[in-house]
């Protein structure tokens, strides 16, 4: 086991509203969000968005008289919602008896951004003794070194039995010489352990626990194959870089890695956590060391690198990664990207594409369905069978952290590029490069449209791209008790109509449609029920709960996590009615946390009203 993981040890929107505020409200929100987070600029890579404490105490002085207490669902049904009311009051009082988000205790909102905390993996189908075996990159500093290029102050641990995200990538590597056929991984984007433990909480209307891997939530407690659980770091080699977007490259391709993780600082577990309270973000003068965004994150996950802020499959120094979903592909996988956010953002594009730039969207977009872009301009990517995600209707103008090729039009995937891969009704392409588009539809179900699609991409034996999401690009935020009805926080108020919430699929319909046109025979091969089910690679994210944590949303953050639990829940019955557990490895993680303390974990379980 050992030696077998040795082999892969090398391998190269802020206000997202729907419910306006109006005059000087308004104005005020915009115009200081716009301040703290202005558009990526072609010299300097933008990382997700921090807000300085000054500026969020004047917004939410701005903001806490104005905000929403209607109760209605989307249907305009009156609802009962304790946890929503906790929100609201937290936000309007500035102060919360149960929580807070931040290194301020007697402050609700005082910071938005990442943490550098410990996240937790779960595995399904193998067990992680090969790290175990191996030993923690931490305790290691040769790794360190090969990594980041020097070792990191604090960071070098001899006890450390806490592994990193590049395990991640190894592990998936590993499964596939072990012969596993089907792997997946799933990221729970921004989802710490405390972030977990608030929805466990809820879920189960207790306080189950105070350490190690809980109880309450599916990833948690289904047992249906062997299963195993241990905690990653998320530290990134540096924070943002100097970048050329148009031309692809780095400029500071020698700049000195800033990562790192102290336990004397941050504490050895999650559980365990220290008094240097501003440690985890980044702002202990004395040990400093830079958190990680989701691009970053998500390339150490995929490609088994360490590299700067806002890259998408790039190293520190320029060159190109490949990441494990191309190599599988190269291997005779099939390769499926499923998402409840923009279909390029981050995480998902750090799944298959190359771009020194998570902003360049429309390229990294190019790169998922095979057509050129700014880093494959002559020779394209083959693009992902598979693609599922939000961005729909997200049309803009200009945006100048796309580069000179940005086309007006939508944002995240342009319209030119996806009628250029549309499969058009009756059309057939011998390539198989082209894709059966399921868009939201006014006045359809979002699931039977994505479930339409998906039988005929079965039945002809064609790629499967699924573009929905409301205003903002993503999926309706589902709140905690099940509903669509987000109230306010520090991003503002997000309101669906019946038309959003009916006319998207859930992120486990998009699970349910991906595995089964993922593992579909060919047309015209032997349709043998004993045959195998054919190899592929899935990346599955419930991105939500990021943006919830970001937004310092706890209703929305419990909602999230709970609806990428019953995405959980769809990967588990599809390998079940495939009997597919002995060819099928599941890897459940983040790619960072944020910063939610939970002081009095009982009012979280008092707030579950439902029957």
Not at 39 to 68: R, Y
Not at 400 to 427: C, I, T, W
Request: glycine share 10%; charged share 20%; net charge negative.
């Amino acid at each position: 086991m050992r030696s077998s993981l040795n082999r892969f040890l090398s391998p190269a929107s802020l206000f997202r509203s729907t419910d306006r505020p109006s005059g000087l409200i308004a104005g005020l929100f915009l115009a200081t969000i716009a301040a703290v987070a202005p558009p990526m600029s072609l010299s300097q890579c933008q990382a997700e968005e921090t807000t300085n404490t000054s500026t969020l105490a004047k917004v939410v002085d701005a903001l806490k008289n104005s905000i929403d207490t209607d109760s209605d669902d989307a249907n305009g049904e009156s609802v009962t919602d304790p946890m929503r009311e906790m929100q609201s009051n937290a936000m309007r009082e500035q102060s919360a008896p149960w929580g807070h988000w931040g290194n301020q205790p007697n402050k609700y909102s005082s910071w938005t951004n990442h943490s550098n905390r410990l996240v937790p993996l779960y595995s399904f189908g193998m067990t992680l003794s090969a790290l175990r075996e191996r030993g923690s990159l931490y305790s290691d500093a040769e790794r360190m070194k090969k990594l980041f290029g020097r070792i990191p102050a604090g960071t070098l641990n001899s006890v450390a039995n806490y592994h990193d995200q590049i395990d991640v990538y190894e592990l998936q590597r590993l499964a596939v010489e072990q012969g596993k056929r089907h792997v997946i991984l799933m990221v729970f984007d921004g989802t710490d352990w405390q972030t977990t433990r608030a929805a466990t909480i809820y879920r189960n209307r207790a306080d189950l626990y105070d350490s190690g891997r809980g109880r309450g939530l599916s990833i948690q407690d289904y047992r249906g194959t062997q299963t195993d659980f241990a905690f990653i770091g998320t530290t990134p080699h540096t924070g943002g870089t100097k970048l050329d977007v148009n031309s692809q490259t780095i400029v500071d391709v020698d700049k000195k890695a800033t990562g790192g993780f102290d336990p004397d600082f941050a504490g050895p577990m999650p559980w365990h956590e220290r008094d240097r309270i501003a440690y985890p973000i980044g702002k202990d003068r004395e040990q400093p060391h830079t958190v990680t965004d989701s691009a970053s994150s998500a390339t150490s996950l995929t490609c088994g690198i360490k590299t700067y802020n806002g890259s998408v499959g790039i190293a520190h120094d320029g060159t190109y990664a490949v990441s494990i979903g191309r190599q599988l592909q190269n291997e005779g996988f099939r390769i499926g990207v499923v998402t409840c956010v923009p279909v390029s953002h981050a995480t998902p594009g750090a799944a298959y594409a190359n771009n020194v730039s998570r902003g360049d969207y429309q390229d990294i977009a190019r790169d998922m369905i095979g057509r050129p872009s700014s880093s494959h301009r002559r020779d394209p990517l083959p693009g992902v069978d598979v693609l599922i995600g939000g961005g729909w209707g997200e049309g803009v103008g200009k945006d100048g952290g796309q580069g000179e090729n940005f086309m007006p039009g939508n944002k995240y995937l342009h319209e030119s590029d996806l009628d250029a891969v549309r499969l058009q009704p009756g059309e057939t392409d011998p390539s198989r490069r082209k894709y059966v588009v399921a868009e939201r539809t006014s006045g359809r179900r979002g699931s039977e449209v994505l479930a339409e699609a998906a039988s005929r991409a079965i039945k002809t034996g064609d790629r499967l791209l699924g573009y929905f999401g409301t205003k903002g690009g993503h999926l309706p935020f589902q709140t905690a008790d099940g509903n669509y009805n987000p109230t306010f926080d520090v991003k503002g108020t997000e309101r669906y109509t019946a038309e959003d919430v009916n006319e998207n699929p859930t992120l486990a319909d998009m699970t349910t449609a991906a595995l089964h046109v993922l593992s579909a025979p060919t047309p015209g091969e032997a349709n043998d029920d004993q045959a195998e089910l054919p190899k592929f690679w899935m990346m599955l994210e419930a991105g939500d709960v990021d943006w919830a944590n970001h937004a310092n949303n706890i209703d929305n953050s419990i909602g999230a996590v709970l609806s990428g639990d019953a995405a959980f829940r769809a990967v588990t019955k599809w390998a079940e009615d495939n009997d597919a557990w002995d060819d099928t490895v599941v890897f459940v993680t983040s790619d960072h946390g944020h910063y939610l303390v939970l002081d009095d974990p009982q009012a979280i379980a008092a707030a579950n009203v439902s029957q």
